[in-house]
């Protein structure tokens, strides 16, 4: 794949933004509930795609009724018109956007709130720089229950980071609620199909499906997610749990944030201990045609609609946010992944804080056999398999080093994975060790001992988490 003009050493600055008018949408001086009827009239249901489909199921019906091999042909036309429509739409979207066409930074409109799902450092590191930065939509930050809505009003309203011996506060957000009957806003209103234009998820991965379940209605094809995890396959999971339609299913993008975020001790607050980066990438499109895979990578540049907040996104100095292909963002973010998928786990089953796990022969052994069966798997991925990046060598060599280095890094310090587990929580296993033993599977080929550790781990959760349901007591 070419490099986009956003790949490294190619960012495009976009020019200055302009501030955002406060006339264009009340600033919040108190916790706004929000109301969408704004969004509901913008963004009224298009029919121009579905014309023709629906021209044609039309014309069949009146005529004598079909036989199935008759179905079968209209079935495939009707794709073949969708998929045409589809092509035909975004060369439409194209055309319309030269290549030297400066974009302006700021062209959210202010319908288009940003919205963050996300409690944790991230989440909340994120909503603190787009809510001081004055050229968007006030952040709209999603607070799932009255109880931390309660702790927000408590705290002001307000969000803090500490960056250095700095503290810096903002209240520019507004508070809403997914879940219908929340005490704090009107169920009625979330009951409203209004459309939620973009949204950034930094929830753990494993959570990712269930927690977009009460709002699937009001994400469509107008919608952009980015999803911000360590993890792979949440994007699948959510095309064939809520969005299995390529026309009408949101756009995702893929995120990955490099910084080191500290606890504060508070719910509200969040400190940033080294200086990252927000990595993104546009999930390419899928075009399923009798049985052939139409793979669909417009130009980043071009493709107008997950461009705007990926645009918008990267002109946020503080965000340090910039848009990779797939593959470039893929080999960035793999070695997080990789060290996620194996040496995460094995801090659990061992024990064990990261720095033991170098110094121990037995454990390095371990370390590598995984890590070999792992490397077969992504160096036969059918996304990289032609790169040369990704032969079985190469890959396998850049890992160990960079998985080591990583480790060495990590000093006495413990894994996410291994408090979640301690406390008979969930984890994100699944979207990381899982993915690789997925895939594998897929194509054949031996993740066995891949496959053991994500059993090692779900069992000893599985003992912590009966453990934990023993020690609450009986309560009349
Ligand atoms: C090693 C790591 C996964 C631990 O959080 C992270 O610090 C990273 O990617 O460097």
New binding site residues.
């Given amino acids: 794949m070419r490099p986009g003009p956003f790949a490294a050493g190619r960012l495009k600055i976009p020019p200055a933004a302009k501030p955002f008018k406060p006339s264009e949408v009340e600033e919040p001086s108190a916790t706004v509930v929000e109301t969408e009827k704004a969004d509901i009239e913008e963004h009224k249901e298009p029919t121009s795609q579905t014309t023709d489909h629906d021209e044609n199921i039309k014309e069949a019906e009146v005529r004598v009724a079909p036989t199935d091999q008759e179905v079968q042909e209209q079935d495939v036309v009707a794709e073949s018109n969708r998929i045409l429509s589809r092509i035909a739409m975004w060369d439409q979207q194209e055309q319309a956007v030269p290549e030297s066409t400066p974009v302006p930074a700021d062209d959210l409109a202010p319908s288009e709130h940003i919205h963050v799902m996300g409690l944790d450092p991230v989440g909340r590191y994120i909503t603190h720089i787009l809510a001081s930065c004055d050229h968007i939509p006030p952040v709209r930050y999603v607070m799932h229950t009255p109880g931390v809505h309660n702790v927000f009003k408590q705290n002001d309203r307000k969000l803090t980071l500490y960056r250095g011996d700095q503290m810096v506060t903002t209240n520019r957000i507004i508070a809403v609620n997914f879940n219908q009957g929340g005490d704090y806003t009107s169920p009625k209103q979330y009951a409203l199909p209004s459309l939620i234009s973009n949204l950034i998820i930094t929830t753990p991965a494993a959570d990712v499906v269930r927690i977009l379940e009460p709002i699937k209605h009001r994400l469509d094809h107008r919608s952009t997610i980015v999803l911000i995890n ?1 993890g792979l396959g949440v994007v699948e999971d959510l095309i064939k749990t809520y969005y299995p339609s390529s026309i009408t299913r949101p756009t995702f993008i893929l995120g990955q944030f ?1 910084g ?1 975020l500290g606890y504060t001790g508070e719910q509200f607050s969040v400190e940033e201990v080294e200086l990252g980066r927000l990595r993104m990438s546009i999930y390419p499109q899928q075009i399923q045609q009798s049985g052939v895979r139409i793979v669909r990578h417009p130009p980043i540049e071009h493709t107008l609609k997950p461009t705007r907040l990926l645009r918008a996104l990267t002109a946020i100095p503080d965000l340090r946010a910039a848009g990779f292909p797939m593959d470039d963002f893929f080999k960035k973010a793999l ?2 992944i990789v ?2 998928s194996i040496v995460d786990p094995l801090t659990v089953v061992l024990d064990s804080t990261y720095d033991k796990l170098p110094k121990n022969a037995y454990a390095r052994l371990v370390m590598d056999q995984l890590l070999s069966e792992l490397c077969g798997v992504i160096s036969r991925l059918p996304e990289v398999r032609d790169s040369p990046d990704f032969s079985r060598l190469t890959v396998t060599q850049r890992l160990r080093k960079e998985i080591y280095h ?1 480790l060495v ?2 000093q006495t310090s413990s894994s996410r994975m291994r408090s979640n587990v301690a406390r008979g929580w969930a984890t994100d296993i699944d979207y990381q060790t899982g993915y690789f033993v997925e895939r594998g599977r897929q194509l054949g080929l031996r993740v066995e001992n891949l496959n053991s550790l994500i059993a090692e781990v779900k069992a000893k959760q599985k003992i912590q988490m009966d453990r934990q349901n023993m020690q609450i007591p009986f309560q009349l």
């Fill in positions: 360590d490099t080191k070695p997080t060290f996620r990583k890094r990590q």
